[in-house]
């Protein structure tokens, strides 16, 4: 299992896959590099796998699968707890793993940490819970009733930039359901998923049912989304990846789960409270270098505060301490995308000098909402602002979008509060706070091109790991 943790932090070991509880290299012998993105420099190496790793995964999954699913739910919720009490134990290596590995400060790899462990919990309480339903029927002394049932092998593949939360949010409720896993983080965070998978098989969790594949999307991730034994796929990723991933699953009628992007709107009125406001904006345009599927990159800002806000959020982004993107090709693809927009920048907009990959927080402005940059979502830390003219100006710029993840408004009136709810399309509504901030027992999930409908977290979350099915007994009163 997963070894020491200063190597894992602090050489250039290699990652191996974990397949049925060992630790296995790709069958290729391959392996690719990954760097950190505060210097550049070589952080780890990781299995490059290919279909072969795949196959052997998902049989190891496939293997465990009846085992595990024939404990009850309270057992397999008192391991879920195990496992959640055995990541608090470790929170501290664990994030300085994550830190390391995408570059954000520690202090936000430890709430994501915490993050992951209350997800633990959550689900773990289900186990005592699970609740179904039961109803009436026309046909007498017929009871009906519901019971959840695992669906079978999980592919689970998921984004580099929150990697414990998005290991947690799948992990835990889809093992917890009854089914067993293949798990594929992504290459960019390695490090982390391995050594959590390692620590859970230590905490009691049997070998094969979690396996992690490490490597490539193209490679490893296309094989596993398009495994003929693999029942249901569950993906957090861009747009355009998501919808390979369905098309792949689709073709053999599997269950998917896709969580995908957003080019989510803040909406500052003339009514708002502006430090507020601005703080807000800040930390939803800015945070995580606004690396997060909920972070604001639209602010559409009433034309009575616009010039004074735009003051305000452009002074403070300036004294923002710039946290690096995920990779050189982020950067670049961000920064063609500024240039190409010909905006005004009202903060940032060039590379910072020296090693790693800053971009600071960038603030455009004079953009059409339906140009390239509005529609196209860039997952760094760049954030459009737009003057409107009155409420119905704002929501139409909301709505005039290909996502539908979050959207917020500040505002001082309960009225434009709750009209905003009912008009605007998206899976969170958010009234004077940020885009982002859900919490294990919210469900989560967008509409539109952000995502297919399904909930990730909250009770939600065990319709996408589990089947329902309908148990019909006829009983005969005369027979008692
Ligand atoms: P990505 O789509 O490039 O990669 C996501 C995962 O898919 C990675 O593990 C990658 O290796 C894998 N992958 C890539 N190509 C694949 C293929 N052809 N088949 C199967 N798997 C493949 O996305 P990313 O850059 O890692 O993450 C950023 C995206 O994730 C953004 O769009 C962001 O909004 C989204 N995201 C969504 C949520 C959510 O809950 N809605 C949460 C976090 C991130």
């Known amino acids: 299992m997963a070894g020491d943790l200063a190597e894992a932090a602090g050489s250039t070991r290699i990652i191996l896959n974990i397949v049925g509880g060992d630790e296995v290299p790709a069958l290729s012998g391959e392996t690719l590099d990954k760097l950190r993105p505060a210097d ?3 952080h780890c190496r990781l299995a490059r796998s290919g279909p072969a790793d795949v196959d052997a995964a998902v049989d190891a999954a496939r293997r465990a699968q009846p085992g595990w699913a024939a404990r009850t739910p309270v057992e397999r919720g ?3 707890r195990e496992l959640a009490l055995a990541l608090r134990e470790q929170r501290r290596e664990v994030s300085a793993l994550v830190a390391e590995e995408t570059g954000k400060p520690i202090e936000l790899a430890l709430g994501e940490t915490d993050a992951a462990v209350e997800m633990g919990f959550f689900v773990a309480g289900e186990g005592r819970r699970s609740y179904g339903r039961t109803m009436p029927a026309t046909m007498p002394h017929r009871s009906v009733s519901t ?25 835990f409720p889809a093992v917890f359901c009854g089914n067993t896993a293949v798990f594929k983080p992504s290459e960019h965070v390695p490090a982390s998923a391995h050594y959590v998978a390692g620590l859970w098989g230590r905490a009691g969790l049997p070998p094969g049912v979690l396996n992690v594949v490490q490597g490539l999307g193209a490679e490893a991730g296309a094989a596993l989304a398009g495994h003929r034994d693999v029942d249901l796929v569950s993906f957090t990723g861009s747009a355009a990846t ?6 792949a699953a689709a073709r053999r009628l599997a269950k998917v789960c896709l969580e995908l992007g957003g080019k989510n709107a803040l909406v500052v009125c003339d009514d708002a409270a502006l430090d507020n406001a601005v703080h807000w904006a800040l930390a939803s345009a800015f945070s995580n270098a606004g690396q997060r599927c909920a972070a604001a990159s639209r602010i559409a800002v009433f034309e009575a505060v616009y010039d004074e806000f735009a003051e305000r959020f452009a002074a403070r982004a300036r004294e923002l301490d710039p946290q690096p993107v995920i990779s050189e090709d982020a950067l670049t693809r961000q920064l063609a995308a500024v240039r190409a927009s010909s905006a005004t920048v009202l903060a940032g907009g060039e590379r910072l000098a020296g090693p790693g990959w800053h971009l600071p927080p960038t603030i455009l402005a004079d953009v059409a909402p339906d140009a390239d940059i509005s529609c196209t979502e860039l997952f760094g830390p760049v954030a459009i602002l737009y003057r409107v003219r009155d409420f ?4 139409e710029l909301v709505n005039d ?5 979050t959207a917020a408004i500040h505002t001082g009136s309960v009225h434009r509060a709750m009209r905003f709810a009912e008009l605007v399309r998206a899976g969170v509504v958010v009234v004077n706070g940020g885009t982002h901030g859900s919490e294990p027992h919210m469900g989560f999930g967008g509409v539109k091109s952000s995502g297919t409908g399904w909930k990730e977290a909250g009770v939600e979350a ?3 790991y589990s089947d329902v099915a309908y148990v019909n007994v006829v009983s005969d009163p005369e027979r008692v």
Do not use: C, H, M, Q
Not at 151 to 167: D, E, K, R, Y
Not at 401 to 405: A, D, K, M, N, Q
């Open 40 to 42: 550049g420099t070589l």
């Open 78 to 80: 008192d391991i879920v």
């Open 147 to 171: 019971v959840r049932r695992p669906i079978g092998v999980a592919g689970l593949i998921a984004s580099f930039n929150t990697p414990l939360p998005n290991l947690a949010w799948k992990a």
């Open 242 to 247: 998501g919808r390979s991933v369905n098309e």
């Open 392 to 395: 119905a100006e704002a929501v």
């Open 401 to 405: 979008s290909p996502y539908g993840l």
């Open 462 to 464: 065990l319709d996408v």
